[in-house]
């Protein structure tokens, strides 16, 4: 079990398969183990690495306050630890907002992106005073209260419906996170800094990914993603909410696979007449 110390921290992460790398970041209130559909896929042509985020999964409880600069580091750290100069890095929601700090950052270390139901802007004010009295409604009652919300948040119509068990296993997952990971991760959230005037600056071949029926991060701000990185692609996945991985993971592997390819074969460039967006299903 690979973990790295970082601020007193021990974080968790594993590794897996062979061949260029690539890091997978997940969602708050997830773990690396969302990414299993995809990992399965993955490592039989990549080095692939999930990483628990700091207060997910096996990584330690933060009791301090850190924002998405601190969770860019820690995945910093962890390819640090394995070697690794630099990886294409895909992430979901909180994970995605991590790989476009690292774009920004650190390109150098960035070899692509793959930018799933994520947000390169602010959280509005309205969002940041809901999401802040959900913590406080958690402190109080318990986050098991609140996990009908949360569910709405993390799943679409089709996945709510069809796909109960998914839904379930989940949701025990969302109620284990801690209440130091929960606060701490919220205020991150809440506090973050936009990114869209930068977009721009980013070169690496990006792929962006997201459900018709996110309600957490709606697809107009992945298209705004898209827009902004020259060259980025946009797929639009059907029957899917805010976790597209675990929701619908056939599409997802096939789209990561096709991209990934075109990467290894120079393919993936940045020219702006790559800008398109099918939609899956």
């Known amino acids: 079990m ?14 897996q ?11 708050f209130l997830c773990s690396g183990a969302m990414w299993r559909e995809q990992v399965e896929a993955l490592a039989e042509h990549y080095t692939v690495i999930t990483v628990d985020i700091r207060g997910h999964g096996k990584s330690s409880v933060p009791q301090q306050p850190f924002n998405l600069y601190d969770l860019m580091e820690d995945a910093l750290a962890v390819l640090d630890r394995e070697g690794i100069d630099s990886a294409v890095w895909a992430g979901l929601s909180i994970g995605g907002m991590i790989a476009l700090r690292a774009a920004v950052k650190a390109p150098q ?7 799933m139901d994520t947000h390169a802007g602010p959280e509005k004010m309205l969002k940041q005073m809901r999401y802040r009295l959900m913590v406080l409604a958690a402190r109080i009652f318990g986050i098991r209260l609140l996990l009908p919300q949360v569910n709405k948040l993390m799943f679409g119509n089709f996945t ?6 998914l839904v379930n296993e989940w949701q025990e997952e969302f109620a284990r996170v801690p209440m130091p990971t929960i606060a701490h991760g919220v205020n991150a959230l809440c506090r973050r800094d936009s990114l869209l005037s930068r977009l721009g600056l980013i ?3 990006t792929l962006v990914i997201v459900g018709d029926d996110d309600r957490s991060l709606p697809p107009h701000l992945s298209r705004e993603i898209a827009d902004g990185i020259e060259g980025a692609r946009l797929e639009m996945i059907a029957k899917a909410g805010h976790l597209t991985a675990l929701e619908q993971p056939q599409a997802v592997n096939e789209m990561m696979l096709e991209f990934l390819r075109k990467i290894d074969a120079g393919e993936a460039t940045s ?7 099918p ?3």
């Open 279 to 281: 939609e899956h299903s």
């Open 17 to 27: 398969g062979s061949g260029p790398a690539l890091v997978l970041l997940h969602s």
């Open 203 to 205: 070169d690496k071949p």
């Open 2 to 15: 690979p973990v790295v110390q970082r601020d007193s921290l021990a974080l968790h992460y594993e590794i």
């Open 160 to 165: 709510l419906v069809n796909k109960r068990d």
């Open 271 to 277: 020219s702006a007449s790559e800008n398109s967006t």
């Open 109 to 115: 270390r960035v070899g692509g992106l793959i930018l």
